[in-house]
Every structure is written in C-alpha cells, then in structure tokens.
C-alpha cells in the first residue's frame, strides 16, 4: 500500500470516529443553548464607599468570569464598565444565558430569584451563587430584586 493512500484512507475514518465521539457526548446539563435566543440580565451595581474600583474590577477578572465560565453552564458572568456617555464609570453586572430555556432552568419564573432556584439547577448554580451572594457584597451593594433587574433577549 502506498503511503499517500494510506493516509488518504485514515483521515476520513479518524474524521468519522471524532464526529461519533462528539455527537454522542451528553450536555452537563439538561438545558441545550439556542443561540437565537441568548439572554442577557442586567443589574446595576453600586459600590460600597469604602471600595476602590481597581479591587471591583481584579474580582470580576480573577474570580467572578472565570468561576461561571469553569462551573456553571450555559451562563457567563461579567462586571462591565461604562466608557463614554451617561454611565461613565458606573458599573453593571450581566449574566449571559446562552438561552431562555437555559435562562429558565436556572430562574424559571420573573422574579423567581436566587432563593427560589429549583433543586436540580441549584446543585449548577452553586458556584455561581457563592460569587453573587457571598463575595460581590464585599465590593458592591448586595443584588436584589428591590434594586430591579431587566432581562434582555438578543434579537439575532
């Protein structure tokens, strides 16, 4: 057998075997994303007086992002910054569901909040919740629901 078909026989197996490996592969969780419909909440956040913004910020980078991107699925966390305008230099926390259904697993009801979190996602939200409840209120006013929230859909 000649080297070239050889290799030309191996790649189109090896492609097969990855594709089967892939798609046999079961979500950690139960929800599946839908890109269309990505949410995104929106909380604004005051810091506390005695906060400087450099610790705010260090937490969202070291700590916050990277926590929700290791452990919690379908959510990504960030602390944002505003630049320019009428915010400048304000602060918002955003949780990125990557869908509503992933959004609901998580929240299923408007106004549901961290307290009411059904059993089984709650064992997801864990980690995330540690860092919402436990370690923002060291840098920010607590988030709460009498603060208000606006969750948005992308419209892709």
């Known amino acids: 057998m000649k080297p ?21 592969q079961e979500p950690p969780y139960v929800p599946v994303g839908d890109p269309s419909g990505r949410i995104m909440a929106f909380r604004e956040l005051t810091l506390l007086e005695n906060t400087k913004p450099e610790e705010l910020e260090r937490f969202a980078r070291e700590q916050l992002t990277p926590t929700f ?14 630049q320019r305008g009428d915010n400048k230099g304000k602060y918002v926390h955003l949780l990125v569901f ?9 929240f299923p009801y408007e106004h ?4 009411n979190i059904p059993e089984a996602a709650l064992k997801l939200w ?17 988030l ?9 859909v992308f419209l892709e």
């Open 112 to 115: 549901s909040g961290e307290t």
């Open 69 to 82: 991107k290791k452990h919690v699925p379908g959510v990504e966390s960030y602390i944002i910054k505003g």
């Open 4 to 24: 070239i078909s050889f290799f030309m026989f191996l790649i189109p197996a090896a492609l097969s075997l990855a594709a089967f490996y892939y798609n046999s």
């Open 126 to 142: 864990q980690p995330g919740q540690v860092m919402l409840l436990d370690s923002l209120p060291k840098y920010a006013e607590p």
């Open 98 to 106: 990557d869908s509503e259904t992933t959004r609901n697993f998580y």
């Open 144 to 152: 709460g629901e009498s603060k208000g929230y606006t969750d948005y």
